[in-house]
Nanobody
Framework: QVQLVESGGGSVQAGGSLRLSCAAS????????VGWFRQNPRKEREFLAA????????HWSDSVKGRFTISRDNAKNTVYLQMNSLKPDDTAVYYC?????????????WGQGTQVTVSS
């Protein structure tokens, strides 16, 4: 299992941007598919995006397609979520998760989360 730590959250006005980072421990990071999820108290946990170990395959939720971009730098053991055109509904705790697989199906490693707050 890899250990994951998210960073980059904060407060931003509607229309603004943030870039979240998910830093992982371990030497085989490029064997892990990684995804981003979010949760706020009023909703269930929501899948946002995922990327394969080598970064060649990505999957998106329709709710963020076109606004959010997932990428990874395996040399830095880090996955990013670039979030543009943020809306108040994007307010949530954002988590990254990883699975030793080409495709993210049932991740076993989760970070502690980072808060994103978007004001109108």
């Amino acid at each position: 299992q890899v250990q994951l730590v998210e960073s980059g959250g904060g407060s931003v006005q509607a229309g603004g941007s943030l870039r979240l980072s998910c830093a992982a421990s371990g030497r085989t990071f490029d064997s892990y598919a990684v995804g981003w999820f979010r949760q706020n108290p009023r909703k269930e946990r929501e899948f946002l995006a995922a990327i394969s170990g080598k970064g060649k395959i990505t999957h998106w939720s329709d709710s963020v397609k076109g606004r959010f971009t997932i990428s990874r730098d395996n040399a830095k053991n880090t996955v990013y979520l670039q979030m543009n055109s943020l809306k108040p509904d994007d307010t949530a705790v954002y988590y990254c998760a990883a699975e030793l697989s080409e495709v993210l199906v049932n991740p076993g490693s989760w970070g502690q989360g980072t808060q994103v707050t978007v004001s109108s």
